[in-house]
């Protein structure tokens, strides 16, 4: 397949799952003409087009959500990036910009990088899926996970969530395919965006550590003055602008904004931002808790279930069934075993902020904060040496119900307990049968394909472009 070819292929994704989106959205009336009720970065963009970093004296449009007041002025204590992205499109559009179809745009360009990410692994024989296997998990990311219901309202906490995103997935991409200045420069727009995210950088980190030779047989050789000026130079960029933004906002390249809020009493963190104490909260929420239901009595026939859990959201094993892969089987040998244990230590190194950070991603519907380790998660199951088969797509096909009826609850309101009448139901059965007729169909298509997978993955691909400094590993 060509370039062109490729980049075809890529908008034929793009332009299906961002059509999905929209629909999805006007089914249930998001309205998407507007800014959202927390359009934060749309507001700072507005400030930086009137001459000026804050929000103004009073909070005009602005809702107060995690608010900042310096000096009797309102400042955005998110980082600049996802704002420095929109900055054209507001300078062009004005009020005709919206961060909701924004998000649709960030959510859809996410599928992309995934399936593009899983090609390049077949490409370069780290697993052993077919290209329509790869869709089919591109797919499940989108639409089978929590990325569904962050997508389709905008608000600065799940724009900002999914821009990350995709700048992890950007990180991994570019760490396969060795172009290391794409890859520090995505490590270093991901401290510009949700900061603590960074620590996917040593996903390329190990890589480029094991191709200099380090823990292998082979000689190891030192890094030229091009490859050092790769990783220094976006890493210095990014860090430069975010202590410059912090000295203009809050008076201290140190200050990133949380210590002011603290300091304001908007949000009291009784242990901090980030404590030991947290941990088992968001351990419960991550991966113990399920739909609450409600019973009036010992008699009562239709309890109700609440799929907004009081607020702080199912596991992630509700909202993304496909998960339980990683329990009730094994992995099997993959194709290259060592690329396997960086991506369990890139998920490991994201995984442990989230354990620590107050609040557990308060409101919602899903487990939200871990969204940044859903990327090298779907790249951990495409390593399995098992093919995807009806077990996949049932797991799969549950997560995009679940994720159509959470993205229901948290965007139109409860579902009807008694999904026997009424508009809820209907909802319901409808989304049920679609997804059915989809599984049935992709089981139908997998069934056609019959991969060579006897002879095993091979050893991995060079990049035509690698240098003597960019040489892929081989796996052992």
Known sequence: ????????????????????????????????????????????????????????????????DDKITVNGHYYLMYPPFPAMVMLPFVWLLGDGFSDVWFTWGVAALNVVLVFRTLELMRHRRITRRTTLENLVLAAVFGFGTISLWLSLGGKVWFTGQLMSTALILLVLHSTVCRRWWAAWLGVGLIALTRTTEMVVGVVPALVYLRDLGVGRRSAVRWPTPREV???????????????????????????????????????????????????????????????????????????????????????????????????????????????????????????????????????????????????????LLAMRTDRIGPRWVVLGGLGVFSNILLAKAFWAGPLNSQWVSGPSSRFAWAAAAIVMAVCVLTCWLLARETPNRSGGAGPAVPHPRSSAGDRPFAGN
């Not at 210590?259 to 419960?284: E, K, Q, T």
């Open 1 to 64: 397949m060509t370039r062109l070819q490729r980049r075809l292929v890529d908008l034929g994704v793009f332009a299906v799952a961002l059509a999905l989106l929209a629909v999805l959205a006007g089914i249930l009336e998001i309205d998407a003409g507007k800014v959202s009720t927390s359009g934060h970065y749309v507001w700072q963009v507005q400030a930086w087009l009137d001459g000026r970093f804050d929000l103004g004296p009073s909070p005009g449009p602005w809702v107060v």
């Open 229 to 379: 000026a790769a990783a220094v130079v976006p890493l210095a960029v990014c860090g430069a602008v975010l202590l410059a933004r912090n000295k203009l906002y809050f008076g201290s390249v140190t200050s990133t904004g949380y210590d002011i809020h603290s300091a304001n009493d908007v949000v009291v963190f009784p242990y901090g931002l980030m404590n030991w104490r947290y941990v088992w909260p968001n351990f419960v929420i991550d991966f113990l808790r399920f739909p609450d239901f409600h019973y009036t009595g010992v008699n009562d026939a239709h309890p109700v279930m609440s799929l907004r859990a009081d607020g702080m959201g199912t596991s992630i094993f509700f909202s993304t069934p496909l998960m339980l892969l990683f329990l009730v089987s094994s992995q099997g040998r993959a194709a290259d075993r060592w690329m396997r244990t960086v991506m369990w230590t890139g998920t490991a190194a994201l995984f442990v902020p989230v354990l620590l950070f107050q609040a557990a991603g308060y409101d919602q519907v899903g487990a939200r904060y871990l969204l940044p380790i859903y990327p090298t998660l779907f790249l």
